[in-house]
């Protein structure tokens, strides 16, 4: 057995004997910590995605009213302009 892979084992082997031990006391002894934590946390991502979505709405709303401003303004254009575009008719 290579030095190199009797390394890996030993550490391998020492992490999951420090996981299985914190899933089992580490994390009963955490969970008064990691509560207000992890609730934190999710209130935090409850309050961003809510301000996402006003974000959102808002340009929504302002890309609409940019729309209905250019919308207008071409049918000025088009309306007010002094040029007639008739199609050219053949006599038959």
Excluded: C
Aim: avoid cysteine; aromatic fraction near 4%; charge should be negative.
């Amino acid at each position: 057995m290579n030095f190199e892979n009797g390394r890996n084992i030993l550490a391998g082997v020492v992490i999951g004997v420090v996981i299985s031990w914190l899933a089992r006391d580490g994390l009963h002894s955490l969970a008064p910590i990691a509560r207000p934590v992890i609730k934190r946390t999710m209130k935090l991502a409850i309050l961003g995605y809510e301000r996402g979505r006003e974000m959102a709405a808002h340009l929504a709303e302002t890309v609409s009213d940019l729309a209905a401003e250019v919308e207008a303004e071409t049918k000025s254009v088009q309306t007010s302009s002094s040029y007639i575009i008739t199609p050219d008719r053949q006599s038959e």
